[in-house]
């Protein structure tokens, strides 16, 4: 029997596979119980473009908690203003086998509303 992790990682790989197809740079999110992470990654080269998280200091400032649907939101938005300000607009949304609900929804949300499109 596998465990909830492993589960997890299971759902991912198959996303991943069928990001990798396209060929687009894919937003990737991991959230712990305490803080969201977003990254942008191209794996064509193999690099991170940009990132957001609940552990810069500027966002520590104006949020109590990291790990509720308010911050997520707010990662979502400062994800797609880094990424506009590279010239990305077209991403593919890579949930690492999260639900599509509470905060990762809340970042997607956001990250759609501020000019990225997926």
Do not use: W
Request: charged share 30%; hydrophobic share 40%; proline share 1%.
């Amino acid at each position: 029997m596998l465990n909830l992790k492993e589960n997890r990682i299971r759902r991912s790989l198959k996303t991943r596979i069928k990001i990798a197809k396209l060929g687009v740079i894919r937003l990737s999110v991991h959230r712990t119980n305490s803080h969201i992470y977003a990254q942008l990654i191209d794996d064509k080269n193999n690099k991170i473009i940009t990132c957001a998280s609940t552990l810069e200091p500027e966002v520590r400032k104006s949020l109590t908690k990291g790990g509720n649907v308010a911050a997520a939101a707010l990662i979502g938005k400062r994800l797609a203003e880094k990424a506009v300000n590279c010239g990305i607009s077209n991403i593919a949304f890579d949930r690492s086998g999260y639900k599509y609900h509470g905060r990762v929804k809340a970042l997607a949300d956001a990250a759609r509303e501020n000019g990225l499109k997926f």
